[in-house]
């Protein structure tokens, strides 16, 4: 796994700017470590310094542009052969200014076009990635399902279903533009679909290679588990179960302290899973997660519970 080792560290804050759905870019120096690649705005935290401000302190030095507001993404430890970095990447959803060249406003899906240094792969995943994953029960009716894609549900682990209603739930999803997760024995068929692969954790610890499919998540209950996922290129993870969960009251939770000591060392991103529900983002952000993973508590509360998650997210983001 590739996480600090036990030498100084260097802490490096990014500032991935958005405007009209694209992030800005700059080509790296070729005098510099991994020159010639492109990368974010950004450099090291001084002295007593915070992320944030360590953040919009670089932009303005290397774009001119001045950060009105942003907010922490996600932090990704990484070892090189030549040192440790861990980056924190922090969202700049307002700035001024125009930006000094070289620099170049891409779309985030086409930044997988740019060589990037391999540390900014978990950034890039964090950045395309909702803040709200959901999974389903085995038996759910289209009926059911549409309203929530309606309301904005963007990615949908379907799980344990049989191919023919995977198919047919995950067609809908791909007309409302989200993101259908298949089970890992359906991986065939994901490809064939442009359909994502989650792998329990069974599939996980037995993998040798990462399945061909447009997205990859694995189910992870502990950090050996995180491990693995991330051997194997898997673009996020679910850790669980962080609390009881109604689907398994009979398995206790690690609770958040456990969760945020779990997670530390992955460079990808992760959900926290097990006993969910809206509330909880908040406390997942700030111990690091991506977002939450929901189950019972999705299903059981009209299609608005979309939009209730993204009005939580929004106001974290302020």
């Known amino acids: 796994m590739p996480t600090t080792a036990a030498r100084d ?69 990484w070892c090189y052969e030549e040192l440790s970095v861990e980056l ?8 001024t200014g125009v930006p000094r060249q070289p620099a170049k406003w891409v ?13 900014n792969r978990g950034i890039l995943q964090a950045l395309l990635l909702p803040s709200l994953y959901a999974i389903t029960p085995a038996t759910l009716p289209p009926a059911v399902l549409e309203p929530y894609l309606a309301a904005g549900l963007r990615m949908i682990y379907l799980r344990g279903m049989q191919l023919s209603t995977a198919t047919a739930l995950a067609e809908l999803c791909l007309d409302y533009g989200a993101v259908p997760m298949l089970d890992a024995g359906l991986a065939a068929q994901a490809t064939q679909l442009n359909a994502g692969v989650q792998l329990h954790h069974q599939a996980l610890l037995a993998a040798t290679a990462r399945p061909q499919a447009r997205c990859v998540g694995a189910s992870c209950h502990n950090v050996r588990e995180l491990e693995q996922a991330v051997r194997l290129g898997a ?25 945020r000591r779990q997670l530390a060392a992955a460079p990808i991103p992760v959900y926290a899973l097990g006993g969910m529900r809206v509330e909880d983002m908040r406390r997942a952000w700030a111990c690091g997660a991506h977002g939450v993973a929901l189950l019972s508590h999705l299903w059981e509360n009209p299609p608005a519970v979309v939009q209730q998650a993204q009005a939580v997210t929004r106001d974290i983001c302020k």
């Open 9 to 77: 560290t260097l802490q490096v804050a990014l500032a991935l700017v958005l405007r009209d759905g694209r992030v800005l870019v700059r080509p790296r120096a070729q005098t510099l470590h991994q020159g010639g690649m492109w990368e974010w705005p950004g450099g090291k935290c001084r002295a007593g310094e915070s992320i944030t401000a360590t953040a919009a302190r670089e932009l303005h030095e290397e774009t001119g542009l001045r950060a009105q507001r942003l907010y922490p993404l996600i932090s990704v430890p």
């Open 88 to 95: 924190h990447a922090c969202i700049v959803t307002a700035c």
């Open 107 to 119: 779309e985030p899906a086409q930044l997988v076009h740019y060589p990037m240094p391999m540390a």
């Open 235 to 259: 673009d996020f993870a679910t850790l669980s179960p962080v609390l009881p969960a109604s689907s398994h009251p009979q398995v206790g939770g690690m609770g958040w302290d456990a969760f």
